[in-house]
DNA sequence: CTTCATGTTGACCGACCGGTCATCTATGAA
DNA sequence: TTCATAGATGACCGGTCGGTCAACATGAAG
């Protein structure tokens, strides 16, 4: 067992929470190490500054993503547009289960850092970045296999798919404003009508 | 003239533009006062706290909003659908000239605090969420116009208002993430697209 | 038994945080 | 001329920030 990366793990999971429920510049490290009961220079034996350990949690964080829920909802084995009103569905589940427990609701961690840091740290903007371009490739995924089946005309799926990412940052946003889950399940459903059309190929 | 509110004023805009520039929690009150030329006393003679000045901030801002370009693109005389489009238009323009001048988008000063400060001040949030209700409006109107001239099917008015607003929040998240205003034309025209149908009337 | 790497401890650093306050100045009305 | 008020000044407060460091514990390899 990784006993030797325990208080790693302790911390990296805290500091992941608290970024989550809160915000990067409001958490400092102290309070990270307190709730995670590790002491401070074993804090930076594992993490060379507070810059490194956000990276280390938004990793963190896209891989319990892309495993968890994500992969679910994007499975391979359902129909491709029913794997849009699954991924809006899991974001709602998450974040009602998560205003339930704490009262108010997080948002999406990749987007809340996105625009609190990506207009002062451009090496962790490049990593958020990533993530959502990862993500947008599952959509672009299930649209292409859509128009293959001949489920929706064919489109800009490229675009499209980056649309709709961008709605689902968009209500997370507005549901957390509103500190009410039902925002997404509300305005989810739009999110299959969304459309791009292909640029004339003149 | 308001010479007596000329500091109050320096200290405002001074704020508005490094929190929008940056976050809230990055920007001190000395930064502003050295910036807008200010004396600390002199700034807690006008803000009773950085709170006060960040719900101010907002006011500021929401007021410049919605009498400028806001006022702009949801002009009475424009077809309501051509709204749309302008609205977009006028998100894109205005992220890529601060863009060109400053080197990064900042993004939307109420996304940016609604997702830094929502979870830990609810009056901050309060304020934020009236302020994208009254944005919402907007859409809501247009849309019934749109409706009533025969442009558009009924559909939920409200619902899908709330959407394009989301929407268009999302793909200032995503272009600010990519830090790219592009992504706004690219993605923006999809705003029409979306729909939300009225619930069945069982 | 020694060596060395991995990890732990907690005191300590300078800088900065939001906020306070006594004091001073400028203005304008009585 | 007096007096009240609005505003400006800058030193000062306790606390926290991210980060450093030398000393120490542990355990496996030689």
């Known amino acids: 067992m990784n006993v030797e990366h325990d208080t790693r793990t302790r ?11 809160r915000s990067y510049a409001d958490v400092g490290i102290k309070e990270i190490c307190d709730l995670a009961k590790v002491q401070k220079g074993s804090f930076y034996h594992f993490f060379p500054s507070k810059q490194d350990l956000a990276m280390a949690v938004i990793d963190d964080m ?16 359902l129909p491709p547009l029913e794997r849009l009103d699954y991924m809006i569905d899991a974001a709602y589940y998450w974040q009602k289960a998560a205003k339930d427990i704490e009262g108010r609701m997080p948002g999406c961690l990749f987007g809340n850092l ?11 903007r490049a990593k958020l970045n990533a993530v959502f371009d990862k993500a947008s490739r599952r959509f672009h995924e299930a649209l292409d296999q859509a128009v293959e089946l001949g489920e929706i005309p ?4 490229e675009a499209t798919a980056s649309a709709m990412l961008a ?10 404003t509103r500190n009410d889950p039902e925002v997404i399940r509300d305005l989810g459903s739009a999110i299959k009508t969304l459309r791009i059309e292909l640029a004339h190929p003149n």
């Open 11 to 21: 911390i990296l999971s805290t500091a992941r929470e608290l970024f989550h429920g």
């Open 62 to 77: 896209a891989d319990d993503w892309a495993h968890g829920f994500v992969a679910e909802a994007f499975d391979q084995n």
């Open 114 to 124: 996105a625009l609190e840091i990506s207009t002062r740290d451009d090496v962790l």
């Open 154 to 157: 064919p489109l800009d799926s």
């Open 167 to 176: 709605f689902l940052e968009g209500i997370i946003l507005l549901a957390k």
